[in-house]
Each structure stands twice: as structure tokens, then as C-alpha cells.
């Protein structure tokens, strides 16, 4: 539906109207809180809705326009926060009993601190998966997040909340983390934008942790250009953040005239298996068309150790998350959900030393994929196989296997840490479909122009689900 | 999934259930049979992993991509004033 609803469809569309005094922050906040009023309870988006301190941060951003304090493109724009990245406005939970409601009491993770000092307005903690890791769990106090595309649906997680409130237009961007897909795979079944930095891009701390060498915050949003607008502020070093990067990010360029001619775009036509027949296969095939009219090299590429690699996530990720919760799941088993805990327990079944050859085999790819990334600039393939499941089919044990197509795509990059973005590329079954573009580290600024192109070519983007025509 | 092919697995379902019933003994994690069984189906998933990632050649003479640094700041994330990176 290319619908034109009553608020502005980007952050830049947003600035722009605040800028000219089409608008004001506290107009544009109103607007989205009414529609949240509306449709949360439909989706399932807010664990906790922070609109007393969002109204007066709109107010704040209209009085620093007024005294032409402008303090840049997120200035006065309502965003949502997933509820493991710590907000001092409203409590974190993990979407869990568990997490001590003490942890993050009254403090910003730097993230959160960096959106503020921006200018942002933050208008709640969005839905998630159990510590960013559980299943839709309906025994829980917590919403059951859904698809804005057909209410019966996943939306993907652990993203849930900020994808799908992105997508039914009740904030304008949000953030996200990223361990094994949890950016890109909500973006992709939600019909948006998600964009996993490079690891150690953007600081970590302050964000309840579930990998430690796996976990990313990043930005989601309608488009590439306000992936990108909310990267700007939320990259960059941090003392507390061990694995921060210390290199310079600098600041993100304009992309409306991205070009990418003679850009060259990897596709693997291999992995994973059944890539050439799922749901994606058709408009995947399209949208390499889109990138090759638009002056792409498209180079057939097999991705190294592919089926290693993929296994590397849940080493990795089982081992660390076991660390975190063993205390808990001693003595609290019952208050995890019933998927959590037994997917936690899965770290106990994992040797010292099969962790570490996990970490030797992770190093052998990252070797590979370095020349991989001399012979193209980026790879190119869906993001899932699979359009998002119907709830009343959704297996709640959610196994290691990736064959059922809606992880393995993205579960790949995770152990790289190189960047990988999410981006609409089409419909199936009225179901959104998404490009995964994958790039070596540091390079976002190569996958935001490519994003960029694309969406300029296309109207993925645009669409909007048919229950944002609601309020 | 598929177990590497080289992979044997525990000579039967019995054998699996017992070391895992002796894990979850042992790191006092009070799972009900149901999750036992779940348990079980993993741990002869991540014994076909482990194979597949110990027969990674290259992985012979590679360190691990684990991290240590021998200086580390302690800077606590909730203080505003220590968010002197940028």
C-alpha cells in the first residue's frame, strides 16, 4: 500500500518539516503516540511507553529550534529503544521476570545517552524475545509482539518491537541488537530497514548482554539514508565498551547521489541450501537485476566453510548467554520461559576447549572472507528464506537448525562482525521479502550507498502495511 | 544441522540422555523430562558440530578470535562524563 498516511514516512522527510515549521516535535510525537494508541495494542510493540518524558523532550527540541539550536537530523524525531538497551526514562526488563529492574535503574546506555544529547525523542521500550533470545512466550506478563503485514504472523526477533513499530509507522526509527540476526531478520519480516554495524562500531554497554563477542547495536528504520542518520550519532568509541572500536567513524557524507557503478556485488548461488527456490528466490533475482541496471558487477562467489561458520553462532553464543544465566537458572528456572531456559541450558552442553576451536575456526573465515572482500565489495543474497510464520505454526523450540531458511542467511556474518544490512526488496504472498548486503568492516558507509541506490530504483521501501491505514 | 560425516555419534540415545542427565546434575539446573528430551536432541546436534568445527584443517595452527587486553579501562557506561570517545 502506498498509502499517505497523516505523519511524515522518514526521519529526513521529518527534519525537514520541522525546519521549514511545517511541523513541530511535540506535534509530530503527539501524532505518533495517538497512532500507538491504536495499534500497539494490535502489535504488541511496547513493553513500556514513555510519552510523559517523550512529550517533554519534543518540547525541549522545539525550544532548541526556537532559539536556532540545531543540534542535527535527529533532532525532535521519535524513536524506539529495544528493552535491553538501558533508558534512565522508563525501567529495562529483557522482556523477562529475571532481569533485576535495579540493573539499569535511572541510567542511559551510551547509546541511549549519544540519541538524547541529539536531540531524539524517545517514545518507549520496544518488544523483544526473552533476553534477546527466548520465543514469543504467551505465559509471560510481557505483549506478544506481531507482524504489522498480517497480525497472525512472527514479526522476527528479537528486534520485534522496534521492527514492527517502524513498519506500522508509530516511530519514525529505533534501535536494535544483533547477535545472530536479531536486527536483520525482524527488518526483513517487518518490511524495513536494519543495519548491523561492524562489531565494535557502536558501544555495547549498557545493553543486557547475550554473546559477547557476537552482540551489535544498530539502527533500524524505513530507509538506508535513516540507517544511516542514526548511525552517525550512535557510532563512535566508548571508554566502558572493551570491545569498542577506537577507529574514527567520521561523519556520514550525503547519499542522495550514491553511485554505485562498477561496484562490485558477490552473490553466492549455493548457500545456503535452498536458496534458489524459497520464498526470497524471485524477488531476489529481481533486485540483482535493479543493482546490475544501476551499474553494479555482479560476480558468482562461494562463501568459505559456510556450514562451519553457521554452527560457529550457536557455539559461540550458547556458551557465552550460559555464563550470564547460570546463577538464574539455578535458582529461578521457573520465571524464564519455557524456551529460554532450555535454550540457555544448551551452554552447558558445550566444552571449554569446543568454544575455543569455535574461536580458532572463527579467525580461519574471517581469513577467508578478508579475500573474499579483494575480489568484491559486497555480497548480496535474501536476508531469509521464508516469509514470516503464522503464529499457530510457530515452533517454540527454536533449534539449532537453521534448514528452516529464516536464519541462516544472517546467522553466517554474525561470528565476521562485518557489517550487513536488511533492506526491503520486494513481496511474497503480500509477505515483505529482504536483501542482505553484507560488506567487509568498516565499509557501512559502501553499504548505505548501495542500500541507498537501490531504494532510489525501487519503492520497497514505501510501502506501508495495510493495518498503518488504521489510525 | 547435519553431523559431520566423519562423526560418530554416542553409541545410543541411552548414552546421550546419561551424559546429559549428568551435566545438567552437575551444574544443578533443575530441567523437567521434557526439557531433558530437548536437551538431548542438542547435545547430539552440537557433538555433530564439534566434529565438523575439529575438522577444520586450517584451524590446526590458528589462535582463537578471543581478545585480552592487559590494560583495560574501567570506565562505568552510566556516567555521562566518561563519554569522551567522541
Given at each position: 500500500v502506498l498509502a499517505v498516511l497523516a505523519v511524515p514516512q522518514s526521519i529526513?522527510?521529518?527534519?525537514?518539516q520541522l525546519r521549514q515549521g511545517k511541523t513541530s516535535s511535540v506535534a509530530l510525537t503527539r501524532a505518533f503516540l495517538s497512532r500507538a494508541e491504536t495499534l500497539d495494542p494490535l502489535l504488541g510493540t511496547f513493553v513500556t511507553r514513555l510519552d510523559e518524558t517523550a512529550m517533554a523532550q519534543a518540547e525541549r527540541a522545539d525550544a532548541d529550534f526556537s532559539q536556532g539550536i540545531d543540534k542535527g537530523p535527529l533532532q525532535g524525531i521519535p524513536l524506539g529503544v529495544k528493552d535491553i538497551i538501558a533508558d534512565s526514562d522508563g525501567p529495562t526488563t529483557a522482556q523477562s521476570l529475571i532481569l533485576d529492574r535495579l540493573w539499569a535503574a535511572d541510567k542511559d546506555a551510551p547509546v541511549v545517552r549519544r540519541l538524547k544529547r541529539a536531540g531524539a525523542v524517545i517514545v518507549g521500550k520496544t518488544t523483544t524475545m526473552e533476553f534477546a533470545h527466548g520465543a514469543p512466550d504467551g505465559t509471560k506478563p510481557f505483549p506478544l509482539p506481531r507482524n504489522p503485514w498480517d497480525v497472525s504472523r512472527y514479526p522476527g526477533g528479537s528486534s520485534s518491537g522496534t521492527a514492527n513499530g517502524i513498519a506500522a509507522g508509530l516511530f519514525l526509527g529505533g534501535l536494535g541488537t544483533d547477535t545472530g540476526g536479531s536486527i536483520r531478520g525482524p527488518s526483513a519480516l517487518c518490511g524495513i530497514t536494519g543495519l548491523k554495524p561492524t562489531f565494535?562500531?557502536?558501544?555495547?554497554?549498557?545493553?543486557?548482554?547475550?554473546?559477547?563477542?557476537?552482540?551489535?547495536?544498530?539502527?533500524?528504520?524505513?530507509?538506508a539514508e535513516d540507517c544511516g542518520l542514526i548511525l552517525n550519532v550512535i557510532a563512535g568509541y566508548h571508554p566502558s565498551?572493551?570491545?569498542?572500536?577506537?577507529?574514527?567513524?567520521?561523519?556520514?557524507?550525503p547519499l542522495s547521489h550514491a553511485d554505485i557503478g562498477g561496484l562490485r556485488i558477490g552473490v553466492d548461488r549455493v548457500h545456503p541450501e535452498g536458496i534458489q527456490s524459497g520464498d526470497s528466490a524471485e524477488a531476489f533475482g529481481l533486485a540483482l537485476d535493479v543493482l546490475a541496471a544501476l551499474g553494479a558487477e555482479l560476480v558468482e562467489v562461494e562463501l568459505p566453510l559456510y556450514q562451519e561458520m553457521v554452527s560457529i553462532v550457536a557455539v559461540t553464543r550458547f556458551a557465552e548467554a550460559y555464563a550470564y544465566h547460570r546463577g538464574d537458572l539455578q535458582s529461578r528456572w521457573t520465571d524464564y520461559g519455557a524456551t529460554t531456559r532450555v535454550n540457555l541450558s544448551r551452554g552447558a552442553l558445550i566444552s571449554s576447549s569446543e568454544y575455543v576451536q569455535a574461536q580458532r575456526v572463527r579467525r580461519v573465515v574471517q581469513r577467508k572472507l578478508v579475500e573474499v572482500f579483494g575480489r568484491v565489495d559486497i555480497m548480496a543474497s535474501p536476508t531469509t528464506g521464508a516469509i514470516a510464520e503464522p503464529y499457530l505454526?510457530?515452533?517454540d523450540e527454536f533449534t539449532l537448525s537453521p534448514e528452516g531458511g529464516q536464519f541462516s542467511n544472517m546467522g553466517y556474518w554474525s561470528p565476521s562482525g562485518f557489517p550487513v544490512m536488511a533492506l526491503p526488496m520486494g513481496l511474497a504472498e503480500d509477505m515483505p521479502v529482504s536483501l542482505q548486503l553484507a560488506s567487509s568492516p568498516f565499509s557501512e558507509l559502501t553499504l548505505l550507498k548501495a542500500g541507498h541506490a537501490f531504494q532510489q530504483a525501487t519503492q520497497w521501501h514505501r510501502l506501508w502495511p495495510p493495518v498503518a491505514e488504521l489510525n | 544441522l547435519l553431523p559431520h560425516p566423519n562423526y560418530s555419534s554416542p553409541s545410543s540415545q541411552a548414552d546421550a540422555r546419561l551424559i546429559v542427565t549428568h551435566l545438567m546434575e552437575r551444574e544443578r539446573i533443575p530441567v523437567g523430562?521434557?526439557?531433558?528430551?530437548?536437551?538431548?536432541?542438542?547435545?547430539?546436534?552440537?557433538?555433530?558440530?564439534?566434529?565438523?568445527?575439529?575438522a577444520v584443517a586450517e584451524a590446526r595452527y590458528e589462535s582463537p578470535a578471543l581478545f585480552f587486553d592487559p590494560a583495560p579501562q574501567f570506565d562505568d557506561w552510566w556516567i555521562g562524563e566518561s563519554d569522551n570517545g567522541r
Open positions: 529526513s522527510e521529518a527534519g525537514a565494535g562500531r557502536v558501544p555495547k554497554t549498557g545493553c543486557v548482554p547475550l554473546g559477547f563477542s557476537l552482540d551489535h547495536v544498530g539502527p533500524l528504520a524505513r530507509s565498551d572493551p570491545q569498542c572500536s577506537k577507529r574514527e567513524w567520521g561523519q556520514l557524507p505454526s510457530f515452533d | 523430562p521434557s526439557e531433558l528430551d530437548r536437551l538431548v536432541v542438542a547435545y547430539i546436534e552440537l557433538r555433530g558440530i564439534s566434529e565438523m568445527l575439529f
